[in-house]
């Protein structure tokens, strides 16, 4: 095959495959959104939409939502900025989607004598390219809830650009620890370092050599989703439904689909950063290694699997975890979220980046 072509074809194929996963995803967990909290909440949840009487525990329900949003009425309020009020929605969707370039699925494969890195595009400032395109998200709520005409949105908008402008700092400062631990920014140096073990016993994961990073950016990323227990852009109570109050049809889905992909990206981003993405532990390119020096031996194929499994896993556990905090953590108020992010989890980043810079010149560590 043509060199040129081969790359093409690999760069299509891998795009496909990242979108279709996390497209599936965003799909599946508006099912699981519902019925976990059904489940939490001691009721049944979505049940009712069926398919030649097969109901399948409301698995069709995702289809109808799609159905409704489609043919509902697409409408512009009288008040509204047409040309604003029509690209919020594109400039919430379309970043989080980007995100998903610099993530690595799966070790490097050959194919046809090449070498293939399972991951759309190896940039050598993967984490800061997040941060770029992820902090373009603001515009999108922003725009929507301005760009409306109406009181609600504007104070979601407003709300919201606070609430992420003040939680992306202290995201950025927790994992500054990372980058000094790994010496790297590059997503696929920070995997493959931590194929090590820490002590000779424990997966040298990031949750392990920065346990406080971890929470930091854990809470900074639900911060960031505009999620229960911070989901002040939206407060319904307070404010109907915040910065989407306006919006309608396709133009609303596009809201609810950005929110979904963002716990989807957030979720494959936390795994990759502190637990090991695609590594799965004492497995090595030939099998298990355990400490003591015991292990055995596997297929290739079998690794391989069991690698693309263990970075899908993680992916929806922590996908799961958002649903769980959301409907087990009541809201906060501003003045309570504003003094979390300021107060307790700005200083606790600085004194932890501190603490590592600390560690990190010890002599003989």
Request: proline residues 5%.
């Amino acid at each position: 095959m043509n060199p040129a072509l081969f790359d093409l074809v690999v760069a299509v194929a891998r795009i496909a495959v990242m979108l279709a996963f996390c497209l599936t995803l965003v799909v599946v967990f508006t099912w699981v959104e519902r019925k976990g909290a059904a489940y939490i909440q001691d009721r049944r949840g979505p049940n009712r939409a069926a398919i030649f009487g097969i109901r399948a525990w409301g698995l069709f329900h995702p289809m109808a939502d799609a159905l409704k949003f489609l043919f509902k009425e697409d409408f512009i309020p009288d008040r509204a900025h047409r040309l604003f009020y029509q690209i919020a929605p594109m400039f919430a969707l379309a970043p989080v989607i980007m995100t998903i370039a610099v993530i690595p699925f799966g070790p490097d494969v050959t194919l046809f004598g090449r070498r293939i890195a399972l991951q759309i595009a190896d940039l050598n400032v993967g984490i800061l390219y997040i941060f770029a395109v992820s902090g373009m998200t603001v515009y999108g709520v922003v725009l929507a809830g301005w760009s409306s005409g109406s009181k609600y949105p504007l104070l979601g908008g407003l709300r919201s650009s606070a609430q992420m402008l003040s939680y992306e700092v202290s995201m950025g400062l927790s994992l500054m620890g990372i980058f000094m631990v790994f010496q790297s920014v590059r997503l696929s140096q920070i995997v493959a370092a931590q194929g090590g073990l820490l002590f000779g016993v424990l997966p040298k994961w990031g949750v392990f050599v920065q346990p406080l990073g971890f929470v930091l950016f854990l809470v900074a990323q639900y911060a960031e989703a505009n999620r229960t227990p911070f989901d002040l852009p939206e407060g319904e109570s307070e404010l109907v439904a915040g910065y989407h109050t306006e919006y309608g049809s396709f133009k609303f889905s596009m809201f609810m689909m950005a929110e979904y992909f963002h716990m989807v990206v957030g979720a494959a981003i936390l795994s990759t950063l502190f637990f090991g993405g695609w590594q799965f532990p004492y497995l090595g390119d030939t099998g298990f290694l355990f400490p003591g020096g015991a292990g055995f031996a596997l297929p290739p194929a079998l690794v391989f699997l069991l690698r693309i499994g263990s970075f899908v896993g993680k992916v929806v556990f922590f996908a799961w975890l958002y649903v769980w905090v959301r409907w087990t953590i009541p809201r906060f108020r501003y003045d309570q979220v504003m003094r979390l992010g300021w107060k307790m989890m700005l200083p606790l980043s600085l004194a932890n980046l501190f603490a590592t810079g600390l560690i990190l010149l010890l002599p003989g560590r």
